[in-house]
Nanobody, 126 residues
Framework: QVQLVESGGGLVQAGDSLRLSCTASGGVFSTYTMGWFRQAPGKEREFVGAIVRNTGFTYYTDSVKGRFIISRDNAEKAVYLHMNSLKPEDTAVYSC???????????????????WGQGTQVTVSS
């Protein structure tokens, strides 16, 4: 069993930066692909980005490419979402997820992940 806890959310202005953290307990963190998803009010959950286990390859949804960066620290059992040039449309609850995914084509699929955090709210004002 893996427990994930996100932190770092908050209220910021457009153009600001924010770093979200997701720390894990239980399991072997380095063996998990870590994903970030978000859900805005009234909308479905959407894929933001992921960092694949073993390779460390990162993938992002188009709307955040060039603005968001995912990194991980296996020793700290943590994954980070560095968000720059934030926009009001980035407002959402951000959740991290863990799973033993190997293929890039799977990282965008929420059902491929086994464990989820509770989420952290990010609000970007215009």
């Amino acid at each position: 069993q893996v427990q994930l806890v996100e932190s770092g959310g908050g209220l910021v202005q457009a153009g600001d930066s924010l770093r979200l953290s997701c720390t894990a307990s239980g399991g072997v963190f380095s063996t998990y692909t870590m994903g970030w998803f978000r859900q805005a009010p009234g909308k479905e959950r959407e894929f933001v980005g992921a960092i694949v286990r073993n390779t460390g390859f990162t993938y992002y949804t188009d709307s955040v490419k060039g603005r968001f960066i995912i990194s991980r620290d296996n020793a700290e059992k943590a994954v980070y979402l560095h968000m720059n040039s934030l926009k009001p449309e980035d407002t959402a609850v951000y959740s991290c997820a863990a799973g033993q995914l190997n293929y890039y084509r799977d990282v965008t699929k929420s059902y491929k992940y086994d464990w989820w955090g509770q989420g952290t709210q990010v609000t970007v004002s215009s």
